[in-house]
């Protein structure tokens, strides 16, 4: 990775990500090639926070058609990022 910005790709607003933030877990969209250390650091870099765990899980694409033809959507990764107690993402200037 060349900077911080590289590893992440933006944060997921989702239902279930809504349901985590009373555990003070966020949901990021990562480069496919990011590692948990890379991770770590881009988040702590670019928010100014203490990441205690990062948990991560590649997204195989799904199978879509289009018209008569059969085509894959691509894979991609979500990191699941746990602070330590008492720091906070504020998720509406994001």
Do not use: C
């Amino acid at each position: 990775m060349k900077s911080s910005y590289d590893a992440l790709k933006g944060i997921l607003r989702t239902e279930k990500g809504t349901r985590m933030l009373p555990l003070n877990k966020y949901i990021f969209h990562v480069s496919i090639d990011a590692n948990k250390i890379q991770i770590k650091q881009a988040i702590e870099d670019i928010y100014n926070v203490n990441v205690e765990d990062v948990n991560t899980v590649t997204m195989r694409g799904k199978w879509k058609r289009l018209r008569y033809k059969a085509g894959k959507t691509p894979d991609w990764k979500k990191a699941i990022i746990t602070l330590k107690k008492g720091d906070k993402i504020d998720i509406a200037a994001t």
